[in-house]
């Protein structure tokens, strides 16, 4: 589960300004954090159907953010994919 020290970090590391909250970079961030923990959940529980179809729905949500960043824009797109650690 994604507590609350873990979102602040994860927003302080991302954030664009003191004050932003939520820019592509940070929701993309957060939701990549949350998918990490629930398919390590999901490899202690493999039958959890329940969490699968919630980690679908965040993969697809995440898949529509990182295109709309990638058309907003390309160079941030790539640093952070990057940084992210993720296949592109």
Request: hydrophobic residues 25%; aromatic residues 4%.
């Amino acid at each position: 589960m994604l507590t609350q020290r873990k979102k602040k970090n994860v927003i302080k590391e991302h954030q664009l300004h003191e004050t932003d909250t939520g820019s592509p970079e940070i929701q993309i961030a957060l939701t990549t954090r949350r998918i990490d923990e629930l398919a390590s959940h999901l490899k202690k529980h493999p039958k959890d159907k329940h969490s699968r179809r919630g980690l679908l729905g965040m993969v697809n949500r995440r898949r529509k953010l990182l295109k709309y960043f990638s058309e907003k824009s390309p160079s941030n797109y790539k640093k952070l994919i990057k940084k992210l650690g993720l296949k592109k």
